[in-house]
Structures are given as structure tokens and as C-alpha cells.
């Protein structure tokens, strides 16, 4: 299966005094382990699997930046969440390049 092309900015693209810009949210769909081993201090965490039981809390007015591990099950949610309204975009690369680049986590 072919996956839709989505929004998608990469960590070099980040501010790295301000990676989530003001009006975004930081969604962390990894999993609980993941989390627990490190994570962007202000990340919303929401497994993949929970994403639609639990989507109510993304504000909707506000853009979302999808983060994983590398950035294949956060292009999944993107899509899902762009298909549902929402302003997603994914960062490829993930949490990888994140800590890569010397991004903050906790």
C-alpha cells in the first residue's frame, strides 16, 4: 500500500532556540517505552493506536507537528489527522534527529 504524500518538515528546518513554533502542538506518537526513555519537554503524548480515541486533545485551531521515533508511524498519523480536519504536518527524521541536533529532552 502506497502511503499519501504528507506535510513533512525535517529537524534542520526547526528553529533551535524555538523548535515548535508558538500555535503548534508537539505530538509524540510513540509508544509508553519510547516515551519514558526520552522526550521533547513540551510533547503531548498519544500512542499511534490511541490517536482516534484520543484526538479530542488537539486543539483544533492549532497546528499540529507529528513526531515519532524516525517519522514513519508519525507520516500515518499526519495523514489521519490532515483527513480529519486538522492542520498536521510530520517531522521526518523524528526523535532521532532531534536528540541528534541537540534539541531539548527530558
Known amino acids: 500500500m502506497v502511503q499519501p504524500q ?8 526547526l ?3 524555538a523548535p515548535v513554533p508558538p500555535g503548534t502542538t508537539l505530538l509524540d506518537v ?13 510533547a ?6 490511541d490517536l482516534p ?4 486533545e488537539l486543539r483544533a485551531d492549532q497546528r499540529v507537528l507529528v513526531v515519532c521515533h524516525s517519522g514513519g ?3 500515518r498519523a499526519t495523514a489521519w489527522l490532515n483527513q480529519h480536519g486538522y492542520d498536521a504536518t510530520n517531522l521526518d527524521g523524528g526523535m532521532v534527529d532531534w536528540a541528534r541536533a541537540g534539541l531539548p529532552v527530558v
Not at 6 to 12: C, D, E, F, R, Y
Open 30 to 42: 510513540r509508544e509508553q517505552d519510547e516515551w519514558d526513555a526520552g522526550h521533547a519537554p513540551q
Open 53 to 56: 480515541a484520543r484526538v479530542e
Open 6 to 13: 504528507v506535510p513533512t518538515v525535517l529537524v534542520s528546518d
Open 15 to 17: 528553529d533551535p532556540h
Open 73 to 75: 508511524r508519525s507520516a
Open 44 to 49: 503531548l503524548h498519544v500512542p499511534l493506536a
